[in-house]
């Protein structure tokens, strides 16, 4: 990835984290928005010296179209250029059809799913231009088939998979892949809070899904697009 430029939306939360750290290692430009001041300085210091000069973060509401658009034209002036766009800004929450406030849901379609779209519609300009591109999106596995109890959480995280795979056809002609992971249960922080009995011996580390992002952002990957990778 030496000399190519990377965007991790939500790259300072635990999952965009080893995201950021996988893409640094392997010679990335790595360009992540944050919110939360305390991840942005917990990332920081987990960069080597060798890489750090090649972090750029930046206060960016990922929900904000202007925010983010904005925010993509300041790397393209630059850089000249936006190589990788990683969505992996994200949220979870419970309940069923009948006890879920339409509040909720719209918090989960704007977490799982706006924030994909906009970033998408934010880089698409680069890559096109530059006839090179990937992006890819973080969906579940949990809604594959999809799950009720927690359906928000479902029906967004599935909509992220049907539009990558629409985009896919969009962009393919102009030489850009759009692909997404599905990670299952990942062993993060929050998910050992909330699941403090839990056999965790099936759960996936966040390096092992940040590890196949890579891959599908590489040239090893030239040829998959619409993809929807189980993790």
Request: with cysteine.
């Amino acid at each position: 990835m030496r000399g190519r430029v990377v965007i991790v939306s939500g790259g300072t939360g635990a999952l965009g984290q080893s995201i950021c750290l996988t893409f640094l290692r392997a010679g990335a430009t790595v360009c992540a928005p944050y919110v939360v001041e305390e991840e942005q300085v917990a990332l920081r210091g987990r960069v080597g010296s060798a890489d750090a000069g090649r972090l750029e973060m930046a206060p960016c509401d990922v929900t904000n179209e202007a925010a983010v658009a904005a925010y993509a034209a300041q790397i393209v002036e630059r850089h000249r250029r936006i190589d990788v766009l990683v969505n992996a800004v994200g949220g979870f929450a419970g309940g069923d059809l009948a006890s879920t406030p339409l509040a909720e849901w719209n918090r989960m379609m704007t977490l799982n799913l706006s924030t994909a779209v906009v970033a998408c519609r934010a880089v698409l300009p680069s890559m096109t231009g530059a006839r090179w591109g990937r992006i890819v999106n973080v969906a579940s596995r949990a809604v594959v088939p999809p799950q009720g109890g927690f359906i928000a959480y479902t029906v967004s995280k599935a909509a992220v998979i049907t539009l990558t795979q629409a985009l896919a056809q969009e962009v393919r002609p102009h030489g850009i892949t759009v692909n997404a992971v599905l990670p299952s249960t990942m062993d993060t922080p929050a998910n050992r809070r909330a699941m403090p009995d839990a056999d965790r011996s099936g759960w996936v580390s966040t390096e092992a899904v940040a590890r196949v992002i890579v891959f599908l952002a590489s040239e090893d990957a030239a040829a998959v697009t619409g993809a929807a990778v189980p993790v």
